[in-house]
């Protein structure tokens, strides 16, 4: 559904189990150096106890320097210590789920593909696969009630309809599923208590006359609730952020068929039958080419941060208001985590799968905080001490 991916195939001389032992030594000291000058940031930002706490998430690829096949990982940084660890996968990871009472499971579901499988970070392997079934394809994103009984999985059929997946999240056994009400369904969210689940449905091509659409469906019935349509034609529905009371963070690829030379879009639902897509100011907006990517909601500043990897840009916009605040270019910008002192974000982006950091006081980007070869060059990331 995003159909302008831009997950970046790192470059194989860029990471460190690949460099020779020589240039891993260069890295090491760089990283010495970044975390010695991190030591002089502002203590608002950048306290040790703080940091220790972040552990990022993220899957990725890369191309093997040996065999010149493409690797799929999912990664763990530790933005404190610059500590990085890879789980081997046998697909590209792009979004996840939580098991709510085994704190070390992962879900991870491939976009667009057949590839999904539960990790255990504390034994750093891949546990078991999940298969997809009637000859679907996973669609990227996955949920898991709090009560540990239902895993919910997007999923689209060759025709592009939409179904949600239903699995036991323990054995994986696949227990059936339910319609999205749209096509190509990318994201979903459980919100009230787990009774409702919030999917974007990407749509069909510019002229199928199938547009992306916001939909509530009711878990327990599995019955349509609300549906919010994109109204511009040009765009799909992407990612999301919840908010209360059914109100949501949109943000959008080109529609399916159009690449990354069409722009994407940020839009809200405050309520009403339509997405509201902003469109001012028209010179930031009219440079949005590409997929708007990730979404992080920081309400307490009245703000949200949107990535734009094509332009390499980060946007900040009012949250009451849809107001511009202002942006930030920065290379090929993916995900974007909130700290757990919640005064920085994490961002992945550059070329060599950098980590990086927002002053959210300044939104500006600290410059002591730059850990390259993260290995996380795919659209997400997660911080893992923003879970518990």
């Known amino acids: 559904m995003l159909n302008s991916e831009v997950d970046a195939v790192v470059d194989s001389v860029s990471l460190p189990a690949l460099l020779s032992p020589s240039l891993n030594r260069r890295l090491f000291l760089k990283r010495a150096a970044m975390l010695s000058a991190a030591s002089a940031v502002a203590p608002s930002l950048l306290q040790a106890e703080t940091l220790a706490k972040d552990s990022l998430l993220g899957g990725g690829r890369y191309q093997s320097s040996e065999s010149g096949a493409t690797e799929y990982v999912l990664s763990l940084v530790n ?28 879900y991870a579901f491939e976009k667009i593909g057949p590839g999904a499988a539960v990790f255990d970070l504390d034994s750093r392997s891949m546990v078991q696969e999940i298969a997809p079934v009637k000859g679907r394809q996973f669609y990227g994103h996955g949920a898991c009630t709090r009560d540990d009984r239902y895993l919910f999985s997007t999923e689209t059929s060759a025709d592009g309809k939409g179904a949600i997946g239903i699995r036991d999240p323990r054995s994986l056994d ?29 749509g069909g091509t510019r002229d199928s006359g199938r547009r992306g659409s916001l939909t509530y469906i009711d878990v327990r019935t599995q019955q349509l609730l609300e549906r919010i349509d994109m109204p511009d034609e040009r765009f799909n529905t992407g990612h999301l952020y919840p908010l209360p009371e059914r109100k ?14 069409y722009p994407g879009a940020v839009s809200l639902n405050t309520g009403g ?71 920085c974000l994490w961002i992945s982006c550059g070329r060599q799968a950098n980590i990086r950091a927002l002053n959210l006081e300044t939104l500006k980007m600290e410059e002591a905080v730059d850990i390259a070869a993260s290995y996380i060059t795919g659209s997400h990331l997660t911080n893992l001490a923003m879970l518990s």
């Not at 459980?190 to 409702?196: A, G, K, M, N, S």
């Not at 963070?249 to 690449?259: C, F």
């Open 248 to 261: 949501a963070v949109v943000v959008s690829a080109p529609r399916l068929g159009l690449d990354k030379r």
């Open 174 to 202: 696949y227990l059936g599923d339910f319609p999205t009400y749209g096509d190509n369904p990318h994201e979903c969210r459980l919100i009230e208590h787990d009774t409702v689940l919030m999917v974007t449905n990407g």
């Open 273 to 343: 039958d339509t997405l509201k897509v902003i469109s001012q100011p028209a010179s930031v907006v009219s440079i949005m080419y590409g997929e708007a990517l990730s979404v992080e909601v920081v309400e307490e500043r009245d703000l949200f941060i949107v990535t734009h990897p094509t332009p390499g840009m980060l946007t900040f916009w009012s949250l009451s208001g849809m107001d511009y605040r202002g942006h930030l270019m920065v290379e090929n910008a993916r995900g974007v985590a909130i700290s757990a002192d919640r005064k």
């Open 79 to 106: 933005p404190h210590s610059a500590d990085i660890q890879r789980i081997p996968s046998t697909f590209f990871p792009h979004g996840f789920a939580f098991s709510p009472s085994r704190s070390s499971l992962v």
